[in-house]
Nanobody
Framework: QLAESGGGLVQAGDSLRLSCAASGRTIGGSSMAWFRQAPGEERRFVAAISWNGENISYDDSVKGRFTISRDNAKNTVYLQMNSLEPKDTAAYCC????????????????WGQGTQLTVSS
């Protein structure tokens, strides 16, 4: 199981860190990713990290502002978000998968419930 935390209401320009804690199964051998979904929109890829952290991918919309990282010893993945913008408002979900690194949602086998981020202007 995956459980996200850290969402909330912030102002444009603020920073926030999301966490995704796994239970029941280690994330050590899994690629991990963050996706987001705004109301009325499709779920979109945000960032992904390979099982050992050596390969990372970002959507262009967050590149340079967001940083994905992982701590396998703590069974947790993080998403550090800086310079937040209203367009970042969405429900953020983490996912675990067995591909080395992929942006495709259907490649991930486990999903969290999501945490809501709202960025006010």
């Amino acid at each position: 199981q995956l459980a996200e935390s850290g969402g909330g209401l912030v102002q444009a320009g603020d920073s926030l860190r999301l966490s995704c804690a796994a239970s029941g199964r280690t994330i050590g051998g899994s690629s991990m990713a963050w996706f987001r979904q705004a109301p009325g929109e499709e779920r979109r890829f945000v960032a992904a990290i390979s099982w050992n952290g050596e390969n990372i991918s970002y959507d262009d919309s967050v590149k340079g502002r967001f940083t994905i990282s992982r701590d396998n010893a703590k069974n947790t993945v993080y998403l550090q978000m800086n310079s937040l913008e209203p367009k970042d408002t969405a429900a953020y979900c983490c996912a675990a998968g067995d591909y080395i690194l992929t942006r495709v949602a259907t490649h991930y086998r486990a999903w969290g419930q999501g945490t809501q981020l709202t960025v006010s202007s």
